[in-house]
């Protein structure tokens, strides 16, 4: 009587793995070797290669975080095993109709030096060919870990933000500076004060907070999905997390007035200022936290027991 064959081997037969080998492949050479029309003598055509330079710094600073972001993606689709398992599976036209969508997006890209459109693409390849093999059951489950791959994308075009936000945040540090009695003037993005020996000090490009709104709103995105009971509460979270890295940012630029002014300006623009983003991501991190505890509060029933205590009677 002949042996049953293994699990694995009945799957190799499918048509359906043929399919997907030949569409992994053909996204290797796209992706992988392909791609990038932007500085091809110095940067290659790797679309790939492309965005991990700037992860690593070597052109842009800003996206150290690339690093982290398909591993949270990775873990979100781990945490989806099951429910992914257990969809319904079937085929959807629409998933092909978005992946061919989505090879527009490519050509586009490819054709106007837009490495950037490029890999948007990439990213919409992942989630429609899913889309298009198994159906929406499927696809439902990825939305979160594929769009949260947006992140990994250098997006140099916020530069651009820089100026304002260096302005608010030399603004705002003024004013509470002065609240707690330093006088403190501001000249452009420089703020200067007379007080105790004085300080003087620019919020240069790196200042801005533009870094830290970035960083915080994949930290926050990630926080709010992972921890927060409802779709609604979610997107509240998500869309504080600008406000709360600007915040975070002004915590920061602060504390350098108060440190120059209690142990020198060369201190708080040397060793402080160096390490002063660990009490950017405290500030902005208890921040969040303390925004998602209030969100995720059940309001209702803390309306009710409040309620219920005010009318209770007074003991004589």
């Known amino acids: 009587m002949n042996e049953p064959a293994p699990p694995w081997t009945i799957w190799l037969r499918q048509p359906t793995t043929y399919s997907l080998a030949a569409l992994f492949a053909a996204m290797v050479y796209l992706y992988g070797f392909n791609g990038n029309t932007e500085y091809v003598d110095t940067q290659g055509r790797s679309a790939i290669h492309w965005m991990t330079t700037r992860w690593a710094g070597e052109v842009d600073t800003d ?5 982290m972001i398909p591993l949270v993606s990775l873990y979100a689709l781990w945490l989806r095993r099951v ?32 490495t950037r459109m ?17 159906g929406w059951g499927v696809a439902r489950q990825l939305i979160f870990p594929v769009s949260y791959l947006v992140f990994c994308i250098p997006l ?14 030399s603004a705002a540090s003024t004013e509470i500076l002065n609240g707690l009695g330093i006088a403190t003037v501001r000249t452009g993005t420089a703020i200067h004060s007379a007080v105790a020996g004085g300080f ?6 790196p200042c801005s907070g533009l870094r830290s709104v970035l960083a915080m709103t994949a930290l926050t995105a990630a926080y709010a999905h992972f921890t927060m009971k409802s779709p609604i509460r979610q997107r509240l979270l998500f869309l504080s997390a600008f406000p709360l890295a600007v915040a975070g940012n002004i915590v920061r630029l602060v504390m350098i ?11 708080a623009l040397g060793f402080y200022h160096d390490y002063s983003g660990y009490v950017f991501f405290f500030a902005a991190t208890a921040m969040m936290v303390g925004a998602a505890a209030l969100i995720n509060r059940d309001w209702k029933s803390a309306c009710s027991t409040l309620r219920s205590r005010l009318r209770a009677p007074r003991p004589s």
């Open 63 to 67: 996206m150290s975080l690339g690093w």
């Open 83 to 114: 429910a992914i398992r257990q969809a319904e599976t079937r085929p959807d036209w629409r998933g092909i109709f978005l992946a061919g969508l989505a090879m527009i997006l490519y050509w586009i890209g490819v054709q106007g030096q837009q």
């Open 118 to 134: 490029t890999l948007l693409s990439l990213i919409a390849l992942l989630w429609s060919v899913p889309f298009a093999f198994w």
């Open 156 to 169: 140099s075009f916020l530069d651009a933000m820089t100026f304002p936000l260096r302005l608010f945040a």
């Open 200 to 205: 003087s000090f620019e919020i240069a490009d």
């Open 257 to 267: 007035g108060l440190v120059a002014l209690a142990f020198g300006q060369e201190r």
